[in-house]
């Protein structure tokens, strides 16, 4: 009826053909899975063995049935199905008959029915139970979502004894028989079970485990986390001398709170015969104690320092050697019995603590640390002085007083480490060879010093009496000569070494100091300069001949010379000297070479002016030689004019001419140049030219363009198509030109360069516009010229007339 039903059902009116159906072709191309290719006739059965199994796929219109009794997969079609097909569910037990395809002969399943799931089953249990012993616990598995995946991965282990040989059977948490007081199946417990054997595989399990007896607790153990790797760690024991080894999934916790020195308490297991924690759990901290600490301090010393040890095989490679009850004992100690982190050196006296560990009755010297001064003294170590001047990442810089260098040093050298590291802190310590950098030096031992104990100067208390040298305009310091135990020496000095720097000493003053000799290379400088005698012979007076961008000229007071002098060397504003002003300096000689030192501006009138022959009168003449600051190639210095001789036979007279002589200082007069001139007699007796003047025809012309200092002029000298050069020196008053100003001037020739120049430069008229621009406006048109003004509406007056009507002033009225 079943089948009458289904073939009446619009789900077998709709059947296709199995061959074409996908799942069934792959079903058949399956190397394990045998599938028919059915056929609207029923297959033909083989034999008339039932067999059980389990529905294991369901689809549209057929299925799938895994096999209790053995390996195998039997397809099966939903006609072949006694019952309602529509009530079965994947899991469901069944019996069926196995027949074979016709087309195929393949194996199908048949004749379908549904039957208690109580009554199939993969595995037979044995008739009696066996004893044994959990080795392993069964673990629920999780994946990384959080859902349990089975039991397969988490599976427990138990073993027992037959026939002299030892098995170990897997089980899980399903398998063990749940007691009264929900007893945990823990390594250790002995239990009883049934060995079940997989019917299709001959696999075999242990099932339903029931604890007989479980193993006398033993007292848990405490300890410290002395290591911790990616997935486990050591535990150091605190009732042994030993590390325990422990698997992170051990601990009761989150392994990631889990850290270095933690208190810990755990049970110990026996795993592939060696001895490993379990059941760990975190401890308040201070709970597990090592070792007793004695309260006495003893004073020994380090005879053995843990560099020279070997820290990995030697835990206590260092030995302190002190006096005891016994005599001279030595006592070991470690790497972290030390306070402070800096280094340790053989002979250093130390103070210490004696240690006792409870488990072995060992003692070592913990609480170590150095007794600077007694150390120092007794070692005569030597120490050096600093200044902390740079500060990195652990480390840093002092710059040191005695050696020029900055040396290295570690954070961990500071003595008194409890403060922080600062900057420009001045520090003692000691300098050894850096091992990681053979070929670079290193400090340790590092104490800090009080402000001011660090003096990078040793300045003698002998008061020393010198000469001021030239100073060298390079340079910020100057030079004292003195006689220094009987041999000339010279000492440098700085502005801040003088007593009084605002009056600061010059070329040729007597002064006293003090001499200081500098730690860091060995070299002495002068400091506390005082001012004893001012140097007043040397002093020289002149004029001020020639000024340049920073240097000029001066002529002496006998107009016989002139000598060079820096801006420098000017005791105020250079801008303001102005030529043939009256200087007083100092003559100072340096390679060869003499210039003027320490300039003063003098008033006016110090230097007297010759007396003017007045009898003489007015004398014409020429220039036959100009002054040297004209022709810098002759050796002479004075410039010579020639009188204009009377009568053509007439020996020529000359007169002697200096920047003074000049009625304009700037005039710029060369040879053959006409002037008039007045005599004037010195005080030795010598005649000499003054107030010349040059005859000279001035040219005007309007400045084409000014470039700084200097500008031309819109005339054409001697070269075609050039314009005339100027300096803003020889502009008169020193007003201000610019592009388009009428000027007059005078066309000199330079002698060395043969070169023509303006000079005498006098401003005319305000500026106008240069010719180029004139010319360029006259050429743009109206049109060009943008935007464009138009007056829409000429003004009025308010009588309606052009503009204002003009204003006649009444008549005064007096008041009465």
Same mark, same amino acid.
């Given at each position: 009826?079943?089948?009458?039903?289904?073939?009446?059902?619009?789900?077998?009116?709709?059947?296709?053909?199995?061959?074409?159906?996908?799942?069934?072709?792959?079903?058949?191309?399956?190397?394990?899975?045998?599938?028919?290719?059915?056929?609207?006739?029923?297959?033909?059965?083989?034999?008339?063995?039932?067999?059980?199994?389990?529905?294991?796929?369901?689809?549209?219109?057929?299925?799938?049935?895994?096999?209790?009794?053995?390996?195998?997969?039997?397809?099966?079609?939903?006609?072949?199905?006694?019952?309602?097909?529509?009530?079965?569910?994947?899991?469901?037990?069944?019996?069926?008959?196995?027949?074979?395809?016709?087309?195929?002969?393949?194996?199908?399943?048949?004749?379908?029915?549904?039957?208690?799931?109580?009554?199939?089953?993969?595995?037979?249990?044995?008739?009696?139970?066996?004893?044994?012993?959990?080795?392993?616990?069964?673990?629920?598995?999780?994946?990384?979502?959080?859902?349990?995946?089975?039991?397969?991965?988490?599976?427990?282990?138990?073993?027992?004894?037959?026939?002299?040989?030892?098995?170990?059977?897997?089980?899980?948490?399903?398998?063990?028989?749940?007691?009264?007081?929900?007893?945990?199946?823990?390594?250790?417990?002995?239990?009883?079970?049934?060995?079940?054997?997989?019917?299709?595989?001959?696999?075999?399990?242990?099932?339903?485990?029931?604890?007989?007896?479980?193993?006398?607790?033993?007292?848990?153990?405490?300890?410290?986390?002395?290591?911790?790797?990616?997935?486990?760690?050591?535990?150091?024991?605190?009732? !042994?001398?030993? /590390?325990? $080894?422990?698997?992170?999934? &051990?601990?009761?916790?989150?392994?990631?709170?889990?850290? %270095?020195? @933690?208190?810990?308490?755990?049970?110990?297991?026996?795993?592939?015969?060696?001895?490993?924690?379990?059941?760990?759990?975190?401890?308040?901290?201070?709970?597990?104690?090592?070792?007793?600490?004695?309260?006495?301090?003893?004073?020994?010393?380090?005879?053995?320092?843990?560099?020279?040890?070997?820290?990995?095989?030697?835990?206590?490679?260092?030995?302190?050697?002190?006096?005891?009850?016994?005599?001279?004992?030595?006592?070991?100690?470690?790497?972290?019995?030390?306070?402070?982190?800096?280094?340790?050196?053989?002979?250093?006296?130390?103070?210490?603590?004696?240690?006792?560990?409870?488990?072995?009755?060992?003692?070592?010297?913990?609480?170590?640390?150095? !007794?600077?001064? /007694?150390? $120092?003294?007794?070692?005569? &170590?030597?120490?050096?002085?600093?200044?902390?001047?740079? %500060?990195? @990442?652990?480390?840093?810089?002092?710059?040191?007083?005695?050696?020029?260098?900055?040396?290295?040093?570690?954070?961990?050298?500071?003595?008194?480490?409890?403060?922080?590291?600062?900057?420009?802190?001045?520090?003692?310590?000691?300098?050894?060879?850096?091992?990681?950098?053979?070929?670079?030096?290193?400090?340790?031992?590092?104490?800090?010093?009080?402000?001011?104990?660090?003096?990078?100067?040793?300045?003698?208390?002998?008061?020393?009496?010198?000469?001021?040298?030239?100073?060298?305009?390079?340079?910020?310091?100057?030079?004292?000569?003195?006689?220094?135990?009987?041999?000339?020496?010279?000492?440098?000095?700085?502005?801040?070494?003088?007593?009084?720097?605002?009056?600061?000493?010059?070329?040729?003053?007597?002064? &006293?100091?003090?001499?200081?000799?500098?730690?860091?290379?060995?070299?002495?400088?002068?400091?506390?300069?005082?001012?004893?005698?001012?140097?007043?012979?040397?002093?020289?007076?002149?004029?001020?001949?020639?000024?340049?961008?920073?240097?000029?000229?001066?002529?002496?007071?006998?107009?016989?010379?002139?000598?060079?002098?820096?801006?420098?060397?000017?005791?105020?504003?250079?801008?303001?000297?102005?030529?043939?002003?009256?200087?007083?300096?100092?003559?100072?000689?340096?390679?060869?070479?003499?210039?003027?030192?320490?300039?003063?501006?003098?008033?006016?009138?110090?230097?007297?002016?010759?007396?003017?022959?007045?009898?003489?009168?007015?004398?014409?003449?020429?220039?036959?030689?100009?002054?040297?600051?004209?022709?810098?190639?002759?050796?002479?210095?004075?410039?010579?004019?020639?009188?204009?001789?009377?009568?053509?036979?007439?020996?020529?007279?000359?007169?002697?001419?200096?920047?003074?002589?000049?009625?304009?200082?700037?005039?710029?007069?060369?040879?053959?140049?006409?002037?008039?001139?007045?005599?004037?007699?010195?005080?030795?007796?010598?005649?000499?030219?003054?107030?010349?003047?040059?005859?000279?025809?001035?040219?005007?012309?309007?400045?084409?363009?000014?470039?700084?200092?200097?500008?031309?002029?819109?005339?054409?000298?001697?070269?075609?198509?050039?314009?005339?050069?100027?300096?803003?020196?020889?502009?008169?008053?020193?007003?201000?030109?610019?592009?388009?100003?009428?000027?007059?001037?005078?066309?000199?020739?330079?002698?060395?360069?043969?070169?023509?120049?303006?000079?005498?430069?006098?401003?005319?008229?305000?500026?106008?516009?240069?010719?180029?621009?004139?010319?360029?406006?006259?050429?743009?048109?109206?049109?060009?010229?943008?935007?464009?003004?138009?007056?829409?509406?000429?003004?009025?007056?308010?009588?309606?007339?052009?503009?204002?009507?003009?204003?006649?002033?009444?008549?005064?009225?007096?008041?009465?």
């Amino acid at each position: 009826m079943s089948a009458v039903r289904k073939m009446n059902s619009p789900q077998w009116k709709n059947f296709q053909p199995p061959a074409q159906d996908p799942a069934i072709l792959s079903y058949q191309q399956g190397s394990n899975i045998v599938s028919p290719i059915l056929s609207p006739t029923s297959p033909t059965s083989t034999s008339n063995i039932r067999e059980t199994g389990l529905i294991e796929k369901l689809l549209h219109s057929y299925g799938f049935i895994q096999c209790c009794d053995r390996e195998a997969r039997l397809f099966f079609h939903f006609s072949e199905y006694a019952g309602d097909i529509n009530t079965v569910k994947i899991g469901d037990a069944v019996e069926f008959q196995m027949s074979c395809d016709r087309r195929t002969g393949r194996p199908i399943a048949c004749s379908i029915g549904r039957i208690d799931k109580d009554e199939v089953s993969f595995e037979v249990l044995s008739e009696e139970r066996f004893t044994g012993s959990i080795v392993q616990e069964a673990r629920p598995v999780k994946n990384k979502n959080g859902c349990v995946i089975g039991q397969a991965d988490g599976l427990g282990r138990v073993t027992y004894e037959h026939n002299g040989e030892w098995f170990f059977l897997p089980y899980g948490l399903e398998d063990v028989v749940e007691t009264a007081n929900a007893y945990k199946i823990k390594s250790g417990d002995t239990v009883t079970f049934y060995i079940a054997t997989d019917k299709r595989n001959a696999n075999i399990h242990a099932r339903k485990l029931e604890v007989i007896s479980v193993p006398t607790v033993q007292s848990r153990c405490q300890g410290v986390v002395c290591s911790m790797k990616d997935s486990f760690g050591f535990i150091e024991r605190a009732d !042994m001398v030993k /590390e325990i $080894f422990f698997h992170y999934s &051990e601990y009761k916790g989150d392994i990631n709170e889990l850290i %270095l020195g @933690d208190d810990v308490d755990f049970d110990v297991q026996t795993r592939n015969g060696k001895e490993v924690a379990v059941n760990i759990s975190s401890l308040p901290e201070g709970t597990v104690i090592f070792e007793d600490i004695g309260l006495d301090k003893i004073v020994g010393k380090v005879i053995k320092t843990l560099k020279n040890g070997r820290r990995q095989s030697d835990p206590l490679g260092g030995r302190i050697s002190y006096e005891g009850p016994k005599g001279v004992t030595e006592m070991p100690f470690g790497d972290k019995d030390q306070i402070g982190d800096y280094s340790l050196c053989q002979g250093d006296v130390v103070e210490f603590k004696v240690a006792t560990d409870r488990r072995d009755k060992l003692q070592r010297a913990t609480s170590i640390c150095l !007794m600077e001064s /007694e150390t $120092f003294e007794q070692n005569k &170590e030597k120490r050096e002085t600093g200044v902390i001047v740079s %500060l990195k @990442d652990g480390y840093g810089f002092i710059h040191c007083a005695e050696r020029d260098s900055r040396m290295f040093f570690h954070f961990s050298e500071i003595l008194n480490g409890e403060k922080d590291v600062k900057p420009q802190e001045e520090v003692e310590f000691t300098v050894t060879q850096d091992l990681s950098t053979p070929d670079r030096l290193m400090a340790i031992r590092i104490k800090y010093l009080p402000k001011g104990s660090v003096n990078f100067t040793h300045v003698r208390p002998e008061k020393y009496i010198g000469t001021i040298e030239p100073k060298n305009k390079d340079s910020d310091c100057g030079n004292i000569i003195f006689d220094f135990e009987g041999t000339i020496q010279q000492v440098p000095y700085q502005l801040k070494d003088l007593v009084d720097p605002r009056s600061p000493p010059r070329y040729g003053d007597k002064v &006293e100091f003090n001499l200081a000799e500098i730690k860091r290379n060995n070299t002495r400088g002068a400091v506390n300069v005082r001012v004893l005698f001012r140097n007043v012979a040397s002093k020289c007076l002149g004029f001020v001949a020639t000024l340049k961008e920073n240097y000029g000229f001066i002529e002496s007071a006998d107009h016989e010379k002139e000598i060079f002098f820096h801006f420098s060397s000017f005791d105020g504003d250079p801008t303001e000297l102005d030529l043939a002003d009256e200087v007083e300096y100092t003559v100072t000689r340096k390679n060869a070479k003499v210039s003027a030192e320490n300039i003063r501006r003098a008033p006016k009138g110090t230097i007297p002016m010759e007396e003017i022959l007045q009898d003489q009168g007015m004398l014409k003449g020429k220039i036959v030689r100009p002054m040297r600051i004209v022709n810098p190639e002759q050796e002479e210095y004075c410039g010579l004019v020639q009188v204009d001789a009377a009568d053509e036979g007439a020996q020529p007279v000359c007169y002697p001419y200096g920047i003074t002589s000049l009625a304009d200082k700037r005039d710029f007069l060369q040879t053959a140049d006409a002037v008039k001139f007045q005599l004037a007699a010195c005080k030795n007796g010598a005649t000499r030219a003054v107030n010349i003047a040059a005859v000279r025809k001035y040219i005007r012309a309007r400045v084409d363009s000014v470039k700084g200092q200097f500008g031309f002029i819109n005339y054409e000298a001697a070269e075609e198509g050039k314009k005339l050069f100027f300096h803003m020196t020889e502009v008169h008053d020193g007003v201000e030109i610019q592009a388009g100003d009428e000027v007059e001037f005078v066309v000199v020739q330079n002698q060395r360069n043969k070169k023509y120049s303006a000079c005498s430069v006098r401003k005319i008229t305000s500026r106008q516009r240069p010719e180029r621009l004139v010319s360029r406006l006259k050429s743009i048109n109206d049109d060009m010229i943008s935007p464009r003004l138009v007056a829409v509406r000429q003004p009025k007056g308010p009588d309606g007339t052009k503009g204002f009507a003009p204003r006649i002033p009444l008549p005064h009225q007096p008041t009465v």
